[in-house]
C-alpha cells in the first residue's frame, strides 16, 4: 500500500470561515470543515479539489447548523462550537479534535493521502469486471489518526467476533454471507456501517466515515497505535461526534441519520417463522397448535413458498387456494401475517406477470450501459433488479404491496436485498456469485455508479418498502424486516443477523452482534432464536429462547432442511421452559414498548453492552456475555451445553436485585444459579419495572400492570411508562399516555409516588399492583396520606403488596416501620 503513495496535499495555503464552515486549500486539494451541530463535525477532503455533488439517496439528514468560530495563531487554525473544537496545522495540515476542555481525540498522523487502487487490493470479490470503474471510483483517499493507547472501539455495525474491534481491519460492502453461514473471522455481511465510537476512561466519541462506496477501517491492525480510514470514491467524507458519552454518540448519530421508526406493539411480540410455513394448512395449523398449547404468539412468517414460483406479489394458488382466508384466520386467532418479499423480479415477459410488465414499462430496472435491463439468477431464475436510488421506483415499489395490504398483511419482510444474485438457476451445479457490475450507473438520470449505490440496495428497498405501506395505509404504523442494510435503515425497518447455525457460538455471538447494532443506531434487532442452518436440540433451543425474550426483535426461525422448531417441537420438558420464556416477553411489553419509544426519540438502544450505561466502570467494558436491556434490566444467558452456574458481574454503584426471587444483592459479582428455563436476571436498584399481565398476544389490551419497585441505597430513582394505542401515527400528535413514577426517601426505606397521567391517550382500565420490595415488612403503609387496608407482606421476596385501581390520578405508597 505504501507504493506510489503521493506527495503530501501540504501546506494548506489558505482557508477561509464561512457561516458555520471552514474551508481550507492545501497545496493540492480542498478540506471543508462544517459545523452540522455544536456537537457534529462534518470533514471532507477531495484531492480534485471539488467536493461530490449532494445525493438524494444521501443516509443524512440536514441539520439546521451551529455557529462555528474560526481563528489563527501561531500557523494554527483554531474552530470551535459551543460542544467541541478542532484545530488545524497549517504547515503539517494535521487535524484534531477536542473535547471543550481541551482534551484531544480523533487526531490525524498525517494529511490525507490518496491514490488510485486496484480492485484485488479491496475486499469485493466475485466482481465480473476485472478493474474498477476509472475516474473517481478508483481514487482511494486514506487518513491516519492516533488510537489512544487506553481506547476501545466499538460499534460497526452487523459483525461477527467480539465487541471491541481495536486491531482488526474491516471493510465496509454488503453481502449475502450465505451458507454455511457466517462465524467469528468473517469481515462483512449482509449491512454495511461504517461507523464506531472509541471509548477511553472519561470520553466517548464517534465516527461516521460518510461513504457509500467500498471502504475500510484499520484500527491497529497494521500498526498498533493507528487508525485508518479508507474509501473509494475520491473524496474522504466523515463526521466526529463530540460525545462524551456513548449514550450521546448514539444521539448525535441517529440525529444525523434518523431516529428509529416506532414499530407497531404486535411487532415486539413473539413471531414464529420457518422456510417455510408452505400451505394454508400449515399456516392455520401453527397459530392453532400456539392458542392450542396456550403459548402467546403475536406473528407468523410466511417465507418464499407462499409465491407462485418465487414471483412476488403473486400467490401459489394449489398450497393457498384463497390467500384473504388464511390471513383471515390468522387474524382470527389474533395473529398478524408478515410475508416475504426479495427484489429479484422473475424476467417473464410472456405470461402476463405484472411486476415484471410495469416495471420494464416504467423503467425501473437496474440497466446495462446497452439499455437493456440487467438480469442476474436468484429464486425466480432470471431476475429484474429495481433501481431503488429512483425516486420514481420507489415510488412504484410501493404502489406494488398493494394486493398484500389488501389482503390484510401486517408486515413485509425484505430478503436477498444485498442484493444477493448467482450466475445460474440455484438447481444447475457451480452456481457463482454475480454481483450487478460495479460500473452500471443508477439513480436519476443514472447519476451514480453502482460503485456508489451498492451499499444502499437494502436500505432503500427498506425504505421504498416503508414509505409504500404508510400511504397505502396510512391508519397504521409500517413494519418492515429487512436482512441488507446501512448506517439509517433504523428509520424503516427492524434486522435480523441472517443465516446463521444451531450452535451454541451462535447464540454467544448474538450479544456483541446485537450490542453493535445497536451503538450504530439500529435497536430494532434480533437473530434466528434456535438456529438457521442445522438442527438444532432441546437444550440449546431452549438457551436460545431464553435469551431471545430479551431481543429488541424475537422470532424463532429456520432453513427448510432443518428439523421442526416450534415450541412444542422438543418435548414437554422444553415446552414449559419456552412458554414460560415467551411469556415473561408479554409481562415486559410495557417496558419494552417504552424502550422503543425512548430509541424513537433518542436512538437509545433497547439492548446494550455495559459500556453503555457504565461508561465509567471500564473494568467492564470487554465483557460481552452479560448485556443490559434499557436501564433497568441486565441478562446473563447461558451460552454453553450443561452449564447451570455462571459468574455475573454487577456493576458498581448500585444495588442489584435477582429478578426472579426480588432479593437484593450486595456485591460486585454473583455465581447465580442458571437452570435451565432460569438464566440470570438482574434489576438494577432504583428502578420501577412495570410489568403487565400474560397475555396470548398484543391484541389483548394488559388488564393487569405491576410496578416492580426496587430501591436503590439512596432511595430515589424514576422512570415514565410511555403508552399508545400501539398502532397508528396519533402518537405524533399526543396521544400518548406517559407515567412519571419514582422511588423516594421515607422514614428508613422508600417509597412509590406515580404521578397523574399526561398525554391523550387512555389504555383500557386496569388494576395495578405496587410490589415495594424492602428489607423489612412495614408495621402500616399509607395509601395518598391515609391508612390503607389490603395490603400485604410477601415473606419470601420482601415486598409489601398493593392493589389499586389504575385511575390515571397520582398516588403515594408509603410504608410504615
Ligand atoms: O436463499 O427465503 O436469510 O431467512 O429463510 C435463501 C429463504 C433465501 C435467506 C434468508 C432466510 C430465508 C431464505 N433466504
Not at 474522504?236 to 444521539?251: H, N, S, W
Not at 410472456?350 to 446497452?370: C, K, N, V, W
Not at 437509545?604 to 466502570?617: K, V
Request: glycine residues 10%; aromatic residues 10%; charged residues 20%.
Amino acid at each position: 500500500m505504501d507504493e506510489n503513495l503521493p506527495e503530501s496535499p501540504c501546506p494548506i495555503q489558505s482557508w477561509v470561515s464561512q457561516a458555520s464552515a471552514c474551508v481550507a486549500h492545501y497545496a493540492q486539494g480542498l478540506l471543508r470543515i462544517d459545523a452540522v451541530a455544536a456537537d457534529i463535525l462534518r470533514v471532507r477532503f477531495a484531492p480534485s479539489g471539488r467536493l461530490a455533488p449532494p445525493r438524494s439517496w444521501s443516509p443524512v439528514l440536514d441539520l439546521p447548523p451551529a455557529g462555528l468560530s474560526v481563528t489563527e495563531e501561531d500557523g494554527v487554525v483554531r474552530m470551535s462550537t459551543d460542544a467541541m473544537g478542532a484545530t488545524l496545522g497549517l504547515e503539517c495540515g494535521l487535524l484534531q479534535f477536542l473535547t471543550p476542555e481541551g482534551q484531544v481525540f480523533a487526531a490525524d498522523l498525517g494529511a490525507p493521502l490518496w491514490r488510485e487502487v486496484a480492485l484485488e487490493e479491496t475486499g469485493m470479490e466475485h466482481m465480473p469486471e476485472p478493474e474498477l470503474p476509472a475516474g473517481d471510483a478508483r481514487i482511494g483517499v486514506f487518513l491516519q489518526k492516533r488510537m489512544a493507547p487506553e481506547e476501545g472501539y466499538y460499534g460497526f455495525g452487523q459483525r461477527t467476533g467480539q465487541l471491541n474491534r481495536r486491531y482488526r481491519r474491516l471493510t465496509n460492502w454488503t453481502i449475502d454471507k450465505s451458507s454455511p453461514g457466517h462465524s467469528r473471522g468473517d469481515d462483512n455481511m449482509y449491512q454495511a456501517h461504517p461507523m464506531f465510537m472509541a471509548v477511553r476512561p472519561g470520553l466517548a466519541w464517534g465516527l461516521y466515515l460518510n461513504s457509500t462506496w467500498y471502504s475500510a477501517f484499520d484500527l491497529g491492525a497494521a500498526d498498533e497505535e493507528v487508525l485508518t480510514l479508507f474509501t473509494l470514491g475520491g473524496e474522504l467524507d466523515y463526521f466526529v461526534f463530540a460525545g462524551p458519552t456513548p449514550a450521546a454518540v448514539v444521539e448525535q448519530l441517529t440525529r444525523l441519520t434518523g431516529r428509529p421508526m416506532l414499530p407497531p406493539l404486535w411487532a415486539l411480540g413473539y413471531h414464529q417463522s420457518r422456510w417455510s410455513y408452505g400451505t394454508d394448512a400449515d399456516v392455520r395449523g401453527i397459530a392453532q397448535t400456539f392458542r392450542e398449547h396456550w403459548i402467546p404468539i403475536d406473528a407468523i412468517h410466511l417465507d418464499i413458498d407462499y409465491m407462485d414460483g418465487y414471483r412476488i406479489f403473486t400467490w401459489d394458488r394449489n398450497r393457498f387456494p384463497e390467500p384473504s382466508e388464511t390471513i383471515a384466520a390468522l387474524h382470527e386467532a389474533q395473529v398478524r401475517a408478515v410475508t416475504i418479499v426479495d427484489p429479484g423480479v422473475k424476467n417473464d415477459r410472456e405470461t402476463g406477470y405484472r411486476t415484471a410488465e410495469s416495471g420494464l414499462a416504467g423503467g425501473h430496472f437496474i440497466q446495462r450501459p446497452d439499455g437493456e435491463p440487467f438480469t442476474g439468477w436468484v429464486w425466480p431464475d432470471e431476475s429484474l433488479f429495481p433501481d431503488f436510488c429512483r425516486g420514481a421506483t420507489r415510488q412504484w415499489w410501493g404502489e406494488l404491496h398493494a394486493d398484500l395490504v389488501g389482503l390484510g398483511i401486517d408486515g413485509i419482510w425484505c430478503d436477498m436485498n444485498e442484493p444477493s444474485i448467482v450466475d445460474r438457476p440455484f438447481k444447475v451445479s457451480g452456481v457463482c456469485e454475480q454481483p450487478v457490475p460495479l460500473s452500471i450507473t443508477q439513480g436519476d438520470d443514472g447519476e451514480a455508479l453502482h460503485a456508489e449505490t451498492h451499499n444502499l440496495y437494502g436500505q432503500l428497498m427498506a425504505q421504498a418498502t416503508w414509505e409504500g405501506l404508510e400511504r397505502l395505509r396510512p391508519e397504521r404504523r409500517p413494519w418492515v424486516l429487512t436482512r441488507s442494510g446501512f448506517v439509517g435503515t433504523q428509520r424503516w425497518a427492524a434486522s435480523w443477523m441472517g443465516d446463521n447455525n444451531a450452535w451454541w457460538e451462535h447464540l454467544e455471538m448474538s450479544l456483541p452482534q446485537l450490542a453493535s447494532m445497536g451503538l450504530c443506531g439500529s435497536p430494532h434487532v434480533g437473530v434466528d432464536i434456535g438456529g438457521f442452518y442445522q438442527n438444532t436440540v432441546g437444550e440449546l433451543y431452549a438457551r436460545w429462547m431464553e435469551l431471545g425474550t430479551f431481543y429488541p426483535f424475537m422470532r424463532c426461525h429456520t432453513h427448510c432442511d432443518s428439523r421442526p422448531q416450534e415450541p412444542w417441537s422438543f418435548g414437554p420438558e422444553i415446552e414449559a421452559i419456552v412458554r414460560s420464556a415467551i411469556e415473561l416477553r408479554y409481562r415486559l411489553l410495557p417496558y419494552l414498548y417504552t424502550l422503543a419509544h425512548l430509541a424513537h426519540r433518542t436512538g437509545q438502544p433497547l439492548l446494550r453492552p455495559l459500556l453503555y450505561d457504565f461508561p465509567w466502570a471500564t473494568h467492564l467494558h470487554q465483557i460481552q456475555d452479560q448485556v443490559m436491556i434499557g436501564p433497568q434490566l441486565m441478562i446473563a444467558p447461558v451460552c454453553a451445553p450443561g452449564v447451570r452456574r455462571r459468574l455475573v458481574e454487577l456493576p458498581p454503584g448500585h444495588t442489584w436485585y435477582d429478578f426472579r426471587t426480588g432479593l437484593p444483592i450486595d456485591s460486585d459479582h454473583l455465581v447465580a444459579d442458571a437452570p435451565l428455563g432460569g438464566i440470570p436476571i438482574l434489576v438494577r436498584g432504583g428502578s420501577v419495572l412495570t410489568l403487565g399481565n400474560i397475555r396470548p398476544s398484543t391484541a389483548d389490551p394488559v388488564s393487569e400492570l405491576t410496578l416492580e419497585v426496587y430501591p436503590d441505597h439512596n432511595n430515589a430513582g424514576n422512570w415514565t411508562l410511555i403508552e399508545d394505542d400501539g398502532e397508528s401515527f396519533a402518537y405524533r400528535e399526543g396521544a400518548l399516555c406517559e407515567t412519571e413514577m419514582g422511588i423516594a426517601p421515607a422514614g428508613q426505606g422508600a417509597e412509590l409516588w406515580v404521578a397523574a397521567r399526561r398525554g391523550d391517550y387512555r389504555p383500557p382500565a386496569r388494576r395495578l399492583t405496587v410490589r415495594l420490595h424492602l428489607m423489612q415488612p412495614p408495621v402500616g403503609v399509607l395509601l395518598d396520606g391515609n391508612e390503607a387496608d389490603g395490603w400485604t407482606w410477601d415473606d419470601e421476596r420482601h415486598a409489601l403488596v398493593l392493589g389499586l385501581d389504575d385511575d390515571g390520578q397520582e398516588h403515594r405508597i408509603t410504608p410504615r416501620f
